[in-house]
């Protein structure tokens, strides 16, 4: 079994957002990364193994609801623990 720590992406369009979620979780051994938008974080979550996406219903472009659509068409992310997130 692989020891490894727990892979998130949070995806908001606030830049400051991301950095303070960063923050916190990585306080608590996650490894975090970052999206600005759906396009960028459907990219990311198909080219990075990832346990865990929290996903902000308003962003520019593809919102989350759009975002989360096309994660359940495509097999490899259809899996995919998805947190939605609105202010």
Same mark, same amino acid.
């Given at each position: 079994?692989?020891?490894?720590?727990?892979? %998130?992406?949070?995806?908001?369009?606030?830049?400051? &957002? %991301?950095? /303070?979620?960063?923050?916190?979780? *990585? *306080?608590?051994?996650?490894? =975090?990364?970052?999206?600005?938008?759906?396009?960028?974080?459907? @990219?990311? &979550?198909?080219?990075?193994?990832?346990?865990? =996406?929290?996903?902000? /219903?308003?962003?520019?472009?593809? @919102?989350?609801?759009? =975002?989360?659509? #096309?994660?359940? #068409?495509?097999? /490899?992310?259809?899996?995919?623990?998805? %947190?939605? =997130?609105? #202010?």
């Amino acid at each position: 079994m692989e020891n490894r720590p727990y892979k %998130i992406l949070y995806v908001d369009d606030q830049p400051e &957002m %991301i950095e /303070l979620v960063q923050l916190a979780l *990585r *306080r608590l051994d996650f490894e =975090v990364c970052g999206a600005n938008d759906g396009l960028q974080a459907l @990219d990311l &979550m198909r080219n990075t193994r990832l346990d865990l =996406v929290l996903l902000d /219903l308003m962003l520019p472009g593809w @919102d989350g609801w759009q =975002v989360t659509e #096309a994660m359940q #068409a495509d097999a /490899l992310l259809k899996h995919l623990p998805v %947190i939605l =997130v609105t #202010a």
